[in-house]
């Protein structure tokens, strides 16, 4: 009896973490969406991030957010998977940042002040 409940037991722990698990793994095949949250460690006070169609004529906000400096944005999801440009508006200045790929699933990109503007990481 005691073995027959040991393996009912082991039966649903397995069962259990399969179902668990199975939600994070359909997010590395299918993520169709990015989640993007952003830290600002410039000195600049970021308004507004957006994507630049391929031919640089439209433009589409993806977070429209005062982000000051030292600051974390919310999370934003958006349908970007792929390779874009993306633009960093700040209160001073833009920047166009060129072929950020980006895979679907949650980013976390710090953005940091460099000699020739801003520089991104992803984290």
Request: proline fraction near 0%; glycine fraction near 8%; hydrophobic fraction near 40%.
């Given at each position: ?37 952003v830290e600002n460690r410039t ?23 005062t982000i000051p400096a030292g ?46 503007g801003l520089h991104y990481r992803?984290?």
């Open positions: 009896m005691k073995a027959a409940m040991k393996k009912v037991s082991l039966l649903a722990g397995m069962v259990s973490c399969c179902a668990m698990l199975s939600g994070c793994l359909t997010h590395w095949a299918v993520d169709s969406t990015t989640r993007l949250q000195s600049q006070t970021i308004v507004e991030i957006g994507i630049v169609s391929e031919d640089g004529s439209a433009y589409r906000i993806w977070i429209q957010d600051g974390k944005s919310l999370v934003y999801e958006a349908d970007w998977v792929g390779t874009f440009t993306m633009q960093v508006n700040t209160t001073e200045s833009s920047f166009r940042f060129d072929n950020i790929e980006l895979e679907g699933g949650s980013e976390y990109m710090v953005l940091t002040d460099s000699t020739d992803f984290r």
